[in-house]
């Protein structure tokens, strides 16, 4: 079972984007979710992840306060609202479920990933 990422775009620098990461299936709503990206040429990194019960939220350095990762797990939702992109925030933005309840940075924890979604951020 994939989870749906989208809501991605364009967007100038500075500027925002709000995507989404929805599971049809309300199957992760005991797990962590997180967000990876993977930059044009590059690996796919963190970016950030939250627990089950909207708690213990982390974040790569580079986007702390700038981005906000939040969930409603009422509508199978997870978010990643984006303010203050810069250029090197282009990437394709994937979301996956945790085998935990909470979020964690490791990549090797996480299952069900997404197709993902573009955001493209110009200078």
């Known amino acids: 079972v994939q989870l749906q990422a989208f809501g991605g775009g364009t967007a100038q620098a500075g500027g925002s984007l709000r995507i989404s990461c929805t599971d049809p299936?309300?199957?992760?709503?005991?797990?962590?979710v997180g967000w990876f990206r993977q930059p044009p040429g590059k690996e796919r990194e963190f970016v950030a992840s939250i627990g089950w019960n909207g708690r213990y939220t982390y974040y790569t350095d580079a986007v702390k306060g700038r981005f906000t990762i939040s969930r409603d797990n009422a509508k199978n939702t997870v978010y990643l609202q984006m303010n203050s992109l810069n250029p090197e925030d282009t990437a394709i933005y994937y979301c996956?479920?945790?085998?935990?309840?909470?979020?964690?940075?490791?990549?090797?924890?996480?299952?069900?990933w997404g197709q993902g979604t573009e955001v493209t951020v110009s200078s």
């Open positions: 299936w309300g199957t992760f709503n005991n797990n962590g």
């Open positions: 996956a479920k945790n085998i935990r309840a909470v979020g964690s940075t490791n990549r090797a924890e996480y299952r069900n």
